[in-house]
């Protein structure tokens, strides 16, 4: 993502959901060419997820790939049974199911990565925290908690009676709140 960003001419702004708000994070220590950073319920919790992520390999094995990724959303994200049954609904939903595998990977990356509250705490970047109010996982919870602790610059958004995919559900709300944070000029880096 850092390569990304710096071949960019001038600063730019970097959104990233779940496990892409931690390459987000990251990538604020690789470069300075971020100027705002918006962080939806990424998972920065220490966890091992490594049984979930062999009973999947299994699933997709056996040929239930939409086994595999229901299993996911349910064990991992707690994403409720309507919301499930919204994503299915879906034209994503196919490709979401082919594309099973890369949960795994992720889920397994994210087993080896540590989150380190104090190094974070030196980041300057304005951030906004994105957080839906009815977010099941008690990893994603926490995690928004510490970066509410530790990040110097931020602000917390909550999106009411949304879960981990807002961006599905209320496009326009969700557009907008992360266009107003990225345009207000008040919020810039120290």
């Not at 959303?73 to 994503?87: K, T």
């Not at 509250?117 to 970047?125: C, H, M, N, Q, T």
């Not at 994105?130 to 977010?135: D, E, I, R, V």
């Amino acid at each position: 993502m850092a390569a990304v960003i710096n071949s960019r001419p001038g600063p730019v702004f970097v959104l990233g959901h779940s496990i892409g708000g931690i390459c987000a994070l990251e990538a604020a220590f690789l470069t300075d060419k971020i100027s705002k950073l918006v962080l939806y319920e990424p998972p920065l919790q220490d966890r091992n997820h490594g049984v979930v992520a062999a009973k999947m390999e299994s699933m997709i094995r056996a040929g239930e790939s939409e086994q595999a990724l229901l299993t996911f959303l349910q064990e991992i994200v707690m994403v409720s049974p309507r919301e499930i049954e919204e994503m299915k609904a879906r034209s994503s939903w196919p490709g979401r199911v082919a594309g099973v595998g890369k949960q795994i990977r992720e889920i397994r990356a994210l087993d080896r990565y540590h989150f380190d509250a104090k190094r974070v705490s030196g980041l300057k970047v304005p951030t906004l925290l994105l957080t839906g109010s009815k977010t099941a996982s008690p990893d994603l919870k926490q995690a928004i908690n510490a970066l509410m602790d530790c990040l110097p610059n931020r602000s917390l958004i909550v999106f009411d009676g949304q879960e981990h995919n807002a961006m599905d559900n209320i496009p326009q709300e969700f557009a907008e709140t992360v266009t107003k944070f990225l345009l207000d000029t008040k919020s810039k880096a120290d």
